[in-house]
């Protein structure tokens, strides 16, 4: 694995799968040059300064919609879409995807969990005072 | 893409629905918690910072930029939020995380807990014009290659710009030459390049748009 200022750049981001993500962090913590180097890619950013790469990420430009992901589910999508969209999942490894398409295939959704259900009511309940005065 | 019934769903929240409020936080819910759930095994926490992103994103409704689709701008604030929990327990990479005196780490070095629109462009208007203008012309350039289906193109640019992946890296998972990789995001390249000038920016202000490979 090459680790170019890209790569750093989708370590920030979490991005990494976690055997690539511990090599980076290994690579940075042995080589001064590339803890700079991610250090001055933090300062970029702080600056308002962004990659492509972070970009693209943050607003998941290239990810499927909801109902897109529906219907891969299905398979009632055109072959070339579906094999578009299992490379995002599993070679790109886009964990929003991921989390999305599993909340689509679990059918026992988490609310009939009583105590999370009971949580969930609780919190809609408490967070309505945040709510913006009716006008 | 932002769809309408998205920018309806946080005008109504605006002025105070509770049931379109309701129906947000029951809408993505569920892929919020997966998301959280692949990163933290307990499910309670999980819960809770689920809340709290909905709280932060229920804080700043007034300030929500309607260009942003509501699941981006949820797992935005969500993951910084998990990226926070994990170091607290000391169990996230930290390269070199500051201690304050007493010797308690600071907070993250490189991730804003409370990313957002506004803190991402914390620089200037200025940047936040670049910025929309970089991401106007990567959703053109994604677009296109989706409906021409061209998908082995978009497969190599996303391998190199969001994987942070080499030409040659990229050439080795998609099984094609490394020069095709190289002419893909050469093109990718110019087709940002011609959009930013389109819209009267200059492409200097995106350096790594000059950046071919580094392999
Ligand atoms: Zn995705």
Redesign the pocket.
Known sequence: MTITKATLDAFIDDHLNEQDSIRVEKAVRESQELNTLLKSIIASRDMGDHSIGAIWRRE?L???TREELSSYKEEALDPQRIDYIKF?LETVG?K??KANLSDLICTKNSLTNPDANEKHQQFLENSKILLPKKV | MVSLDENMLVKKIQKGDQLAWSDLVLRYEGRLTNYAQGKIKDHASCQDLVQESFLGFLANINNFDASRSIQSYLFGILSNKITDLLRSYGRLRTVETPVDSSGNQKSSPYIDPAMGASTWYRGDEKKKLENDALIKGLRLLINQLVQRKDYLKLKSIELIFVNGLSNLEAANILGIDNKTVASHRHYANNFIIDNLKKMNLSPSVFPHLSEQDQD
Do not use: G, K, R
Request: overall charge neutral; glycine content about 0%; charged content about 0%.
């Open positions: 998941h290239s990810c499927p995002h886009c929003a995807c």
